[in-house]
């Protein structure tokens, strides 16, 4: 299984950036998926998740109304389109995924493979 991220970069307050994740070497329709972050000196904060048929989305309270979890079986990515970002939501952000079956996909201890992140900074 891997997963490459991408999509990080610098942006000002307020801006806005999409980050993807494409899968490999898994059944992606079969999946749930999810990002989370961290922040240095912080603990990792579960952000994300879509479930396997992309019915069903969880957000995190700190990014409910700006962020949006989509994903595109043609291409076997997810993206996090991110909207009004604030210094607060610098990090390192990972891109995950577990099989579906059994799996509440809004909880991030049921997640078994994440990929190596990509960065996003917001200045202010």
């Known amino acids: 299984v891997q997963l490459q991220a991408s999509g990080g970069g610098l942006v000002q307050t307020g801006g806005s950036l999409r980050l993807a994740c494409t899968f490999s070497?898994?059944?992606?329709?079969?999946?749930?998926a999810a990002w989370s972050r961290q922040a240095p000196g912080k603990e990792r904060e579960f952000v994300a998740a879509?479930?396997?048929?992309?019915?069903?989305?969880f957000y995190a309270d700190s990014v409910k109304g700006r962020f949006t979890i989509s994903k595109d079986g043609a291409k076997n990515t997810i993206y996090l389109q991110m909207h009004g970002l604030t210094p607060e939501d610098t990090a390192f952000y990972y891109c995950?995924?577990?099989?579906?079956?059994?799996?509440?996909?809004?909880?991030?201890?049921?997640?078994?493979?994440w990929g190596q992140g990509t960065q996003v900074t917001v200045s202010s």
């Open positions: 995950g995924t577990t099989y579906y079956r059994g799996r509440d996909f809004a909880r991030q201890d049921e997640y078994r493979s």
């Open positions: 070497g898994l059944a992606f329709a079969r999946h749930n």
């Open positions: 879509i479930n396997w048929n992309g019915d069903s989305t």
